[in-house]
């Protein structure tokens, strides 16, 4: 069986803070992609990245960074000097070779207060 | 702009009423799914569908109906026989990689929210 863990629920940090959203990915497939999506109040889920289980580098995006550890199937998402436009769920989500559709995780609740 | 559009941003629903979501892309990308989602459970898996007149359930597919007789339309009917159908209904649409032959990341349309009056 396939499984996306986002162990923490709720983070409140307040603006300016580092933090840092975890997900675990359980799979007995080798080949799969892992993905990072942001849902603001609107309701619309927004693509943030894709990395795939043969690359492990670190990837930096402005504020935002992720980390991939395949030992570990952990896929984790850092967001630095957050702001209050950063308040939104995120999820993290992922596809096997041998999936049909994506799977997702049951989302992280961040509120950033000024 | 190329994106998926889904209709109505709400709906409303009587007791024993069939209704249908609409989802439009034009991305031309091949699969195409539906999703359901309800406050902390996360999004799960209705119906998918890879090409055209072809698709299979995901985990909660009773109750619903799809069909897929074109590329860009993928429809999602409720059926009277879902017995708990307010919740948001997102519709999303993915390519496929030749890197990996698999498909990738998903794109989502704006939702669509049921509520049962």
């Known amino acids: 069986a396939q499984k996306v863990t986002q162990a923490q629920t709720e983070i409140s940090v307040v603006e300016k803070e580092d933090v840092t959203l975890d997900c675990v990915y359980e799979?007995?497939?080798?080949?799969?992609?892992l993905f990072w999506y942001k849902q603001p109040p609107s309701g619309e889920l927004v693509f943030l990245i894709r990395r795939n289980s043969f690359d492990e580098q670190n990837e930096i995006s402005g504020r935002y960074s992720w980390n991939f550890q395949k030992s570990t199937s952990s896929f984790n998402f850092t967001i630095t000097a957050s702001q209050v436009v950063d308040s939104a769920v995120y999820f993290c989500?992922?596809?096997?070779?041998?999936?049909?559709?994506?799977?997702f995780g049951k989302g992280t609740t961040l509120s950033v207060s000024s | 702009d190329g994106g998926i559009t889904q209709s109505p941003k709400y709906l409303f629903r009587k007791e024993g009423q069939n209704v249908t979501l609409s989802c439009e892309q034009n991305?031309?990308?091949?699969?195409m799914y539906w999703y359901r989602q309800d406050p902390g459970q996360g999004l799960r898996l209705i119906y998918y569908s890879q090409i055209v007149n072809d698709f299979q359930k995901g985990d909660i597919a009773e109750g619903y109906s799809v069909s897929r007789e074109k590329k860009e339309s993928f429809p999602l009917t409720v059926t009277s026989a879902q017995k708990n159908p307010t919740a948001f209904y997102l519709c999303?649409?993915?390519?496929?990689?030749?890197?990996?032959?698999?498909?990738?990341?998903?794109?989502f349309g704006q939702g669509t929210r049921l509520t049962v009056v």
């Open positions: 999303a649409s993915s390519r496929g990689d030749r890197e990996f032959g698999m498909n990738t990341e998903a794109f």
């Open positions: 991305l031309n990308h091949d699969a």
């Open positions: 989500a992922a596809l096997s070779k041998a999936g049909t559709a994506l799977i």
């Open positions: 799979t007995r497939d080798t080949t799969y992609y």
